[in-house]
T-cell receptor, first 115, second 116 residues
Framework: DTEVTQTPKHLVMGMTNKKSLKCEQH?????MYWYKQKAKKPPELMFV?????LSINESVPSRFSPECPNSSLLNLHLHALQPEDSALYLC?????WGLGNSPLHFGNGTRLTVT | GENVEQHPSTLSVQEGDSAVIKCTYS??????FPWYKQELGKRPQLIID?????GEKKDQRIAVTLNKTAKHFSLHITETQPEDSAVYFC???????????????FGQGTILTVHP
C-alpha cells in the first residue's frame, strides 16, 4: 500500500482548463513536496512545504499554484498549462524538511497530459 | 547548488552477477545520501540510505558505501535477480546553510537490466 495517496492517477487537460492535483498522507509528516518528472529523467523539485508553510519554490511558473490546507493535505492548482508541462507529478512527504536521514516517501503520481 | 553525477547511465548484467552504480556530489555540506528504485510506471521507492557519519551500510543484497573525502558514494547489488531491473537514482541532500539546504538533488539515473 502507498502511504502517500495522489489523485487523480491520470489527467488530460486543455491549455485553457483549470484543474487540481491532490495529495494526502497520514504518517504525521510535517514536510510535503511536489516534484515533476519527465520520462527517463530524475524527479525535479518544484515546491516544499514545511509545517504548512511554503519553504521552497524552485522558480516554478505561476501557472502552477501550490496549497497546503493542513498538515495532511497538499494540492497543486493548474491553470493555463502548456503542452511541455505534460509529465508525471509526484507528491512526497518526509518527517521534517531538511532533516538528515528523513527519507522522502513518494506517492504514485499523477500522469498529466496537456493538449 | 548541489550537483550529483551518476554512472553508468545503463547497466546490463546476468542474473546472479553483481551490479555497481557510482555517484559523485559537489556540495561538501551534503550529509544524507538515499538511493531510490523506480520501476516502469511506478513511484520512486527508497531502497537504502546513508548518512555522512557512516562509511558503509548493508541491507541483505544491497549495500552503499560513502567516501566523504572524495565526495562519492556507490550502490552495490549482489546476486542480482530479474526483479532488480529498474531505474536507480542516487541523491544527495545538504543540511547546512546555502542555496541547496534541504533540497534532495537526484542523479540522472541508471537503467539496470538483469537478464535471466
Amino acid at each position: 500500500d502507498t502511504e502517500v495517496t495522489q489523485t487523480p492517477k491520470h489527467l488530460v487537460m486543455g491549455m485553457t482548463n483549470k484543474k487540481s492535483l491532490k495529495c494526502e498522507q497520514h504518517m504525521g509528516h510535517r514536510a510535503m513536496y511536489w516534484y515533476k518528472q519527465k520520462a527517463k529523467k530524475p524527479p525535479e523539485l518544484m515546491f516544499v512545504y514545511s509545517y504548512e508553510k511554503l519553504s521552497i519554490n524552485e522558480s516554478v511558473p505561476s501557472r502552477f499554484s501550490p496549497e497546503c490546507p493542513n498538515s495532511s493535505l497538499l494540492n497543486l492548482h493548474l491553470h493555463a498549462l502548456q503542452p511541455e508541462d505534460s509529465a508525471l507529478y509526484l507528491c512526497a512527504s518526509s518527517q521534517q524538511w531538511g532533516l538528515g536521514n528523513s527519507p522522502l516517501h513518494f506517492g504514485n503520481g499523477t500522469r498529466l497530459t496537456v493538449t | 547548488g548541489e550537483n550529483v553525477e551518476q554512472h553508468p547511465s545503463t547497466l546490463s548484467v546476468q542474473e546472479g552477477d553483481s551490479a555497481v552504480i557510482k555517484c559523485t556530489y559537489s556540495d561538501s555540506a551534503s550529509n544524507y545520501f538515499p538511493w531510490y528504485k523506480q520501476e516502469l510506471g511506478k513511484r520512486p521507492q527508497l531502497i537504502i540510505d546513508i548518512r555522512s557519519n557512516v562509511g558503509e551500510k548493508k541491507d541483505q543484497r544491497i549495500a552503499v558505501t560513502l567516501n566523504k573525502t572524495a565526495k562519492h558514494f556507490s550502490l552495490h547489488i549482489t546476486e542480482t535477480q530479474p526483479e532488480d531491473s529498474a531505474v536507480y537514482f542516487c541523491a544527495a541532500m545538504p543540511n547546512a546553510g546555502g542555496t541547496s539546504y534541504g533540497k534532495l538533488t537526484f542523479g540522472q539515473g541508471t537503467i539496470l537490466t538483469v537478464h535471466p
